[in-house]
């Protein structure tokens, strides 16, 4: 067995396969003859020493489950210089030698700046449900909270057909439109409203300019979450406002999209990272995210993982328009 430990943590929303990526890291990492330490509840835990061992036994019988067994957090702490320098020292007296995060944009962020700062080899997981981080085509959890989000469209869809009315259906992402443009795809909507899509025409009147109750009565919209409250209700509301004659009901999906056991596209997507993980830090990487893109591994230098506005394909809008007709 090699000195120290690697250690693991999960960080930011949690997303399905986040525990079956802490299997893949803790049993290839053991499997290479390194030892594995748990951090709980994400850098949180990582300031206030909330850190044990992980046997190959601790990670059975976890790769079906959502959530995470380390658990998770949001930090504030972590954004301090005092924080940090906090994580620092409980690592070098956990003699913990490389840091493995599995999160989002913002976890990946917190590790950048981490490793700029102290001399740690970090090397992030994309774990997060928004599909959000450059370089990667896709996240972790992203698979399986698309497929909630598309098994309750279907649902709301039997009742926006009973009354004829429209849906407007608000779904997760923060500031990006991948689960929503896609679930809309995947469940048939009627068109998706999505922050990539801003241009001078407002997408409601775009929406309702294409004519979209020429052949149906009935209607569904999938709308991202908005940080500046065009949400789901402030579409609804303009339309029961602008056209009174629509029978007008609003779904917010909610952290019932983060939940439940993972699909096997994110299952594997999990363990292939989780192995190349330490794959990479056995060829002496760091400050690199694991990412996956045409179906090939890649290591993605954090600063390039977490620009802002990883890009939608155009080409899905066009998709969606033209089936939705
Ligand atoms: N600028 C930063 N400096 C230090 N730490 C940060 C920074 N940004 C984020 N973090 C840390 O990462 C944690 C998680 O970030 P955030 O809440 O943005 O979630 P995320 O990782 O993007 O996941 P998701 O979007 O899927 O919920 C924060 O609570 C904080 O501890
Ligand atoms: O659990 P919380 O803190 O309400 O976070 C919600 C946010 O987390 C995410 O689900 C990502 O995990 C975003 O899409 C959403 O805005
Ligand atoms: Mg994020």
Redesign the pocket.
């Known amino acids: 067995m090699k000195e120290g430990y690697i250690g693991i943590l999960t960080?930011?929303?949690?997303?399905s396969g986040m525990n079956a990526t802490i299997r893949a890291i803790t049993r290839s990492a053991i499997c290479n003859g390194y030892k594995v330490k748990g951090i709980y509840r994400?850098?949180?835990g990582l300031i206030n020493d909330e850190i044990r061992e992980l046997t190959t036994e601790d990670v059975s019988n976890i790769i079906q489950r959502g959530g995470t067994i380390l658990k998770t957090?949001?930090?504030?702490?972590?954004?301090?210089a005092e924080?940090?320098e906090k994580a620092y020292e409980v690592m070098q007296k956990e003699k913990i030698h490389t840091l493995f995060i599995i999160?989002?944009?913002?976890?990946?962020?917190?590790?950048?700046?981490?490793a700029q700062e102290y001399d740690v080899p970090c090397i992030g997981l994309p774990?997060?449900?928004?599909n959000?981080l450059w370089g990667t085509d896709l996240?972790i959890?992203y698979d399986t909270a698309l497929n909630t989000i598309v098994e309750c469209v279907d649902k709301i869809r039997d009742t926006a057909t009973s009354h004829e009315r429209i849906f407007f259906v608000e779904v997760m992402g923060?500031d990006a439109g991948f689960l929503a443009q896609n679930s809309a795809i995947a469940s048939g909507a009627e068109a998706a409203i999505i922050p990539e899509d801003q241009t001078d025409t407002d997408q409601l009147e775009e929406f309702i300019k294409r004519g979209f109750r020429k052949t149906k009565n009935s209607s569904i919209v999938i709308v991202t979450e908005s940080p500046t409250g065009k949400g789901a209700n402030y579409y609804a509301e303009r339309v029961k406002k602008e056209y009174p004659q629509y029978d007008v009901r609003v779904t917010i999906l909610g952290h019932l999209q983060r939940g439940g056991s993972p699909s096997a596209g994110d299952r594997i997507l999990a363990s292939r990272l989780g192995c190349a993980a330490i794959q990479a830090m056995m060829e002496g990487q760091r400050n690199v995210m694991i990412g996956i893109r045409n179906d090939k591994v890649v290591y993605v230098p954090f600063a390039e993982a977490i620009k802002k506005n990883k890009p939608i394909d155009k080409s899905l809008i066009t998709v969606l328009n033209e089936l939705s007709i």
């Open positions: 960080s930011g929303g949690d997303a994400g850098y949180e957090a949001r930090s504030k702490d972590f954004e301090t924080g940090r999160g989002g944009d913002g976890s990946l962020t917190g590790a950048r700046i981490f774990g997060t449900i928004d959000d996240t959890g923060r």
